[in-house]
T-cell receptor, first 113, second 115 residues
Framework: KAGVTQTPRYLIKTRGQQVTLSCSPI?????VSWYQQTPGQGLQFLFE???????NKGNFPGRFSGRQFSNSRSEMNVSTLELGDSALYLC????????????FGQGTRLTVV | AQTVTQSQPEMSVQEAETVTLSCTYD???????LFWYKQPPSRQMILVIR??????QNATENRFSVNFQKAAKSFSLKISDSQLGDAAMYFC????????????FGQGTRLTINP
């Protein structure tokens, strides 16, 4: 069974640009969560989607958005990039029930210059 | 609100010895899960072990075991017979059962294995 796939693995963007990151969950998993990891703030929850609906959102500005497609693949978008958005963005998938663990992808390393 | 605290930024242990990583958490929920994740230099988060809050028995996975003290809100990880491949960042995390899948992580503990 293939794991969680995130693309691209690395990105370099300029301040003010926007970026879209993609996450393909494990086959059959319906929940996709996104996390931001930085040296200063650690791992922070961005949002979670289940069956194309956002169920929960972390404390991030509206520049961070996401969506989920009918095949459970998810994208997150960051508009008007700032230097502070440089981070490792991790995606995790779960089967969707409450009592299951999250499986993570290898992450997308975003650098804003 | 949920919080998870790891008070040891770094730990080191000799190969083949035992090490314990500490974690405390806070939640008002009665039903929740606790996890230890490992993040090696490859950056991929790997689940090490999980504990259901309603279970009194401590979880064990081969060389990894936890000491879950629900009243004290403590959840430590013990690694026995440490191996060089155990070197990584270790994160303690919690999720509540109700609502969306949302993990709250501690700050992490960097574990070094000395040969």
């Amino acid at each position: 069974k293939a794991g969680v796939t995130q693309t691209p693995r690395y990105l370099i963007k300029t301040r003010g640009q926007q970026v879209t990151l993609s996450c393909s969950p494990i086959s059959g998993h319906r929940s996709v969560s996104w996390y931001q990891q930085t040296p200063g703030q650690g791992l922070q929850f961005l949002f979670e989607y289940f069956s194309e609906t956002q169920r929960n959102k972390g404390n991030f500005p509206g520049r961070f958005s996401g969506r989920q497609f009918s095949n459970s693949r998810s994208e997150m978008n960051v508009s008007t990039l700032e230097l502070g958005d440089s981070a490792l963005y991790l995606c995790a998938s779960t089967a969707g029930g409450y009592r299951t663990e999250a499986f993570f992808g290898q992450g997308t390393r975003l650098t804003v210059v | 609100a949920q919080t998870v605290t790891q008070s040891q930024p770094e730990m080191s242990v000799q190969e083949a010895e035992t090490v314990t990583l500490s974690c405390t958490y806070d939640t008002s929920e009665s039903d929740y899960y606790l996890f230890w994740y490992k993040q090696p230099p490859s950056r991929q988060m790997i689940l090490v072990i999980r504990q259901e809050a309603y279970k009194q028995q401590n979880a064990t996975e081969n060389r990894f075991s936890v000491n879950f003290q629900k009243a004290a809100k403590s959840f430590s990880l013990k690694i026995s017979d440490s191996q060089l491949g155990d070197a990584a960042m270790y994160f303690c995390a919690q999720t509540i059962i109700q609502g969306a899948q949302k993990l709250v992580f501690g700050q992490g503990t960097r574990l070094t294995i000395n040969p």
